[in-house]
């Protein structure tokens, strides 16, 4: 496995792996790896003969409230830990790699950006939008590989690679989770003790919902209601927002039918967790 900080090198290494032949796969992470991001190495690794593992903490998806300057970055344990999964190549750029002086453009969401995630945190797809948009022009995989926890955004880059037709498959990974259900996430590690204790609820929030929908609960704002409240019942927890909305568009919707995504976000302390479910009815 090789370890390169540069486009060219980047490109290079692809080229060279293409020009025999083989598929390549790549998973855009922003390191500090877990138990989610190694899910999504070995998917890529079972499905592709040359695997790239990006690892860069994109300063454009941050806000001036979030937690950039904090952010978990340990390069030399991600790389041991990319390397025992099998990976080929590790790109881990610095920011003046992919923003260089007079850097300008950028990739402009619609609708989809700006609800949800995009209200509580704006700018944050453009930023996201814009740098999984020049990795796609670097590595030009022919698979890349996202986890569902962030659902928004697995949904966005689908939008965007079918709006700007990029030849790449974006592949949806499960949620990997905790032994108490909450999702896995570098973030989970600014938790104190009791605020990971005080975080679980997100998930039995969540099954609460899928419980609700299975027996007959229909009405969206009822399930909304009932999450909300039994978030709020943990001290610890300060609801961001909890949603019922259509798997395709994330609008909001009034009734759930045969399928629908309950999304949620909260902070525990200075810390802000995500999660979500997609419930199809019947299943």
């Known amino acids: ?52 593992v990006s690892v860069f903490v994109n300063p454009t998806q941050f806000g001036p409230c979030d937690d950039f300057e904090r952010y978990p970055r340990d390069l030399k344990a991600d790389a041991e830990m990319a390397k025992a999964e099998g990976m080929d190549l590790v790109f881990a750029p610095s920011a003046a790699e992919l923003y260089p002086e007079g850097f300008e453009t950028y990739v402009e969401v619609g609708k989809l950006g700006q609800i949800l995630e995009g209200a509580s945190r704006p700018g944050h797809f453009r930023g996201v939008a814009t740098v999984v948009a020049k990795l796609f022009g670097i ?42 259900g909450l999702a896995m996430s570098s973030r989970n590690t600014y938790l104190s003790k009791d605020e990971r204790a005080a975080a679980a609820v997100l998930r039995r929030a969540l099954k609460l919902a899928q419980e ?17 409240r039994l978030i709020e019942s943990e001290p610890l927890a300060r609801v961001d927002y909890v949603a019922v909305v259509d798997p395709e568009t994330l609008e909001a919707v009034e009734r759930v039918g045969d399928s629908v995504v309950i999304a949620l976000a909260a902070r525990f302390g200075n810390t802000r967790l995500i999660d979500n479910t997609l419930i199809q009815v019947g299943r």
């Open 1 to 52: 496995m090789r370890t390169v900080e540069t486009i060219a090198e980047a490109r290079q290494a692809v080229g060279q792996a293409r020009a025999e032949g083989k598929t390549i796969g790549f998973v855009p992470t922003m390191g500090a790896f877990h138990a989610g991001h190694l899910a999504l190495m070995r998917k890529a690794r079972r499905e592709c003969g040359f695997v790239v």
């Open 139 to 180: 590595v030009s995989p022919d698979r890349a590989y996202f986890g569902m926890k962030d659902y928004q955004q697995f949904k966005l880059i689908q939008e965007m690679v079918r709006d700007l037709d990029f030849a790449v498959e974006i592949v949806p990974c499960a949620t990997v989770r905790e032994p108490d």
């Open 212 to 228: 609700r929908v299975r027996a007959g609960e229909r009405d969206a704002e009822a399930l909304r209601m009932e999450m909300r």
